[in-house]
């Protein structure tokens, strides 16, 4: 059934972008250290992009509806990308604030409601095990993503890290979602 297909990229789009967005918490200590940040101010970008993740959400929803979800995720994929290899530049802590609040927060938007809506349009007797399914795919990320992240910042640094999060977000989404 093609409807387990469409569970099955939803699965590793969430896997993709919720992975890679949970690293914020590892890149904290060298990004704040070597930039000479307070940890209130390098926090409150994360407090910026939730804020804007669930307002996005919202229009992602919309526009969802209007445009298909390929788009809407590709669209998302292409700021969640551009957000990680910005935040390889970053210098300044406004920087810090409209990148990753701004910019990645609204390509956050976009990971839960298009994929969770179409999954749902796919299945009527097994939605809930399909929801389930492309929601599992956001701990699976997080389970896999984040130490992957915490090897390339102790091998490499904290600015290459964000580049490699950048090629998995840009890369691996718009490939699955295509």
Do not use: H, N
């Amino acid at each position: 059934y093609y409807g387990y297909i469409v569970a099955g990229v939803g699965f590793a789009v969430s896997a993709l972008m919720w992975g890679t967005y949970r690293t914020f918490g590892l890149f904290f200590k060298p990004l704040s250290s070597e930039l000479d940040w307070m940890s209130a101010e390098t926090s409150g970008a994360f407090s910026v992009s939730v804020l804007l993740y669930g307002v996005s959400s919202i229009f992602a929803g919309r526009l969802s509806d209007r445009f298909g979800p390929r788009v809407v995720l590709i669209a998302c994929a292409l700021l969640l990308g551009l957000g990680y290899f910005l935040m390889s530049q970053v210098s300044l802590i406004w920087q810090l604030y409209l990148v990753f609040g701004v910019i990645v927060g609204v390509g956050m938007g976009g990971v839960d409601t298009p994929m969770l809506s179409t999954v749902a349009r796919w299945f009527v007797r097994k939605r809930g095990t399909a929801t389930a399914i492309v929601k599992t795919g956001a701990g699976m990320g997080m389970l896999i993503i984040p130490p992957l992240a915490v090897w390339i910042i102790s091998s490499y640094g904290w600015r290459y890290g964000y580049i490699t999060l950048g090629v998995i977000s840009l890369v691996g989404v718009v490939i699955v979602a295509l």
